[in-house]
């Protein structure tokens, strides 16, 4: 799995040994093809030569890829994809570097193209400067066209560009929002100017544009002058029963038939439900795989626990449950997320079902000569996103963007979601961006972290998970897989990739020198998850075999005496000149650091923000650096 998979196929353009230089390594992240002249030799076999002229060259590849990358004058760019731009919601991204990889500009199709986003993650990659002219970034808002994208909603008809203009002029916008998640209304700035719902407007305020957010399809004036848009979140699922061989194009016929009859939209449909018998009914599936919709089938023993408004005696005896369509929508609409992926839910008694009435159109019976269907809508409070969820597991290091790797840089960046302490969250604010879903919490509130980003990766975002240092050392990453192995994960959805990152050992360790040149190990004092007599023998063991140890954790207001008994078991074992170093917020701006000795260490202010590193019986302190010999002079001894 890449980071830049969303943007597939990607060609980079270059024209000189220079550029060449710089986007050959970025190819090999981004998994982009680099074109080069014939002039230039080829590099491996993700370089190719184009012939004749590069404008030429552009027209063949154009259609075959969704971005492109330049390191090129912006100027020339331009030029050259002029003739080949058609329509922002179909043309590639466009990006251009310059020749000293410094600056990453986002071209065309900023929004749609995706131009914008991956220019943000090549600037992450590159450690460069990302240059975005679009009003919505610099306003910290999200796209209004792709405001629904990452909730699976479906794009309706009206003037986009007059609504963008409206928000990029920082004009009132009212959105009327009936359906869908309303997560990205929690997460606008303060500052905005987005107006929601019906209430009374103040005296001589209106609004300059509307965002309609339905399963409702509204029909606006031609020829208004008032901007409009509508997005579809997929939160209709529809109930079905039809006769055995029930054609795939009279069931598509009828479904748009209701449809239009209670103006609900055909793209806020999430999937089909209907009962288990109907598993293998052609029509059904060939219609649910042309619109890519989920098939959901439930026994007749759960559809016959739902109340339904027109029960029916006949096809109870027919198939045992008193209801298909009602029944099944109605079920699907409320059980969805946890019944994907399976065809049946079992059987057994289901008397006591709770199930929320959401229909909205009771069954329609709707009829040919051979062939009849019985259809029945119900909504969802829930949108069906139609994607994997992924979860990033951020190691962030100590807490400067300067010590962020580039990989997890771009994973913070891609992901839809970010959820973390506070603290590390106000440390990478520079690597979010606009329309994203901020998550804080405590820090107590480890596990609900942990529950909370595979319940919006298990719903389809993709879900960044910060910790500090390493996200493997005392970080989430472990916690978020005991928690999804409780909730029976497949190993496979959602999908794990682990971003790893500087700990606090090795951040101290840089700062004072190289104190971890032989056998090391870390053992937290915080006796909230270990229990203490663990860590004392843990603690005994570290200074008897004569380990390199750094403590974490040491002490907090209510934990004062750990620390102390620690000291204790170290004296026992160690020289009380044993080198100490004490380092508090490693490369952040309050850092601190003290060297000591294992005697007089606690003379000095330590606490949960210090990392104390306690050297073994070789290492030594030289003109303010901590050094542990790694045993090289003592093998040319022996010589």
Not at 325 to 338: D, H, L, P, Q, T
Not at 488 to 505: H, M, Q, R, Y
Not at 541 to 556: C, E, W
Request: glycine share 8%.
């Amino acid at each position: 799995m890449s980071l830049f998979d969303a943007f597939q196929p990607i060609a980079a353009i270059a024209t000189t040994p220079q550029a060449t230089q710089l986007l050959y390594p970025l190819c090999q992240s981004l998994g982009a093809t680099l074109y080069i002249p014939e002039t230039l030799p080829l590099i491996d076999t993700t370089t190719c030569h184009y012939q004749g002229s590069l404008k030429a060259h552009l027209a063949t590849i154009w259609r075959n890829n969704r971005a492109f990358v330049f390191c090129l004058a912006t100027g020339a760019v331009t030029r050259l994809i002029a003739p080949l731009l058609n329509d922002k919601s179909s043309d590639p991204a466009i990006i251009v570097i310059d020749p000293t990889g410094q600056y990453v500009i986002s071209l065309c199709s900023g929004h749609q193209g995706g131009a914008d986003r991956l220019t943000q993650l090549i600037a992450h990659h590159l450690n460069a400067t990302s240059i975005i002219t679009g009003a919505s970034h610099h306003l910290h808002l999200p796209a209004i066209d792709l405001l629904g994208l990452a909730f699976g909603w479906r794009k309706g008809p009206g003037d986009w560009t007059g609504v963008s203009h409206a928000i990029a002029s920082q004009k009132m916008v009212q959105v009327i929002q009936e359906a869908g998640s309303r997560l990205w209304q929690e997460n606008l700035p303060q500052n905005h100017h987005f107006y929601f719902g019906y209430p009374e407007i103040e005296e001589n305020v209106t609004p300059e544009g509307r965002i309609w957010i339905s399963a409702t399809k509204r029909r606006f004036a031609e020829g208004s002058t008032f901007p409009k848009v509508q997005w579809y979140p997929r939160v209709l699922w529809v109930g079905l029963g039809c006769i055995r061989g029930t054609s795939q194009r009279f069931i598509a016929s009828a479904i748009k038939e209701v449809c239009q009859k209670y103006h609900l939209a055909e793209d806020a449909i999430a999937g089909i439900a209907t009962i288990d018998i109907k598993a293998d009914e052609v029509g059904i599936i060939k219609y649910c795989q042309e619109k890519e919709y989920p098939l959901l089938t439930y026994s007749a023993d759960i559809l016959n626990s739902i109340n339904v408004p027109n029960p029916s005696v006949v096809v109870k005896e027919e198939v045992g449950t008193s209801s298909v369509a009602e029944a099944a929508a109605i079920y699907g609409a409320n059980y969805w997320f946890s019944s994907q992926g399976n065809r049946e839910q079992g059987t057994g008694n289901r008397e006591h079902i709770q199930v929320k009435q959401s229909l909205l159109v009771t069954k329609q019976i709707i009829k040919s000569e051979n062939e009849a269907v019985t259809i029945a809508i119900a909504q969802s409070e829930l949108e069906y996103t139609g994607r994997q969820g992924k979860i990033y597991l951020v190691g962030t290091g100590p807490g400067i963007l300067e010590q962020i790797t580039p990989a997890a840089k771009t994973g913070i960046n891609q992901a839809d979601a970010i959820i973390g302490y506070s603290l590390y969250l106000d440390l990478i604010k520079p690597l979010q961006r606009s329309g994203q879903i901020i998550e804080s919490l405590p820090i107590t509130k480890e596990k609900e972290r942990a529950q909370k980003a595979i319940e919006l990766a298990q719903w389809g975002l993709s879900v960044a998970v910060i910790s500090s240092g390493d996200c493997g050392i005392y970080g989430m990453a472990g916690l978020v897989l005991e928690e999804l192995k409780n909730n029976n994960w497949d190993g496979k959805n959602p999908s794990i990739e682990v971003f790893p990152g500087i700990t606090a050992l090795q951040a101290v360790a840089a700062r004072v020198g190289t104190p971890l040149m032989h056998d090391f190990c870390a053992i937290s004092l915080s006796d909230l998850l270990t229990p203490w007599e663990v860590i004392t023998k843990r603690l005994t063991a570290a200074s008897m075999g004569d380990f390199v140890t750094a403590l974490y954790n040491p002490r907090s207001q209510t934990r004062q005496s750990q620390i102390v008994e620690a000291q204790t078991i170290f004296l026992d074992y160690r020289n009380p000149n044993t080198p100490v170093a004490l380092v508090r917020c490693a490369y952040r701006q309050d850092e601190s650091i003290i060297l000591t000795n294992l005697k007089e260490m606690l003379n000095h202010n330590i606490d949960m923000l210090t990392t104390v590193l306690i050297g073994n019986s070789s290492t030594f302190l030289h003109e303010n650096w901590m050094v542990t010999p790694r045993g090289y002079n003592r093998v040319e001894e022996q010589k």
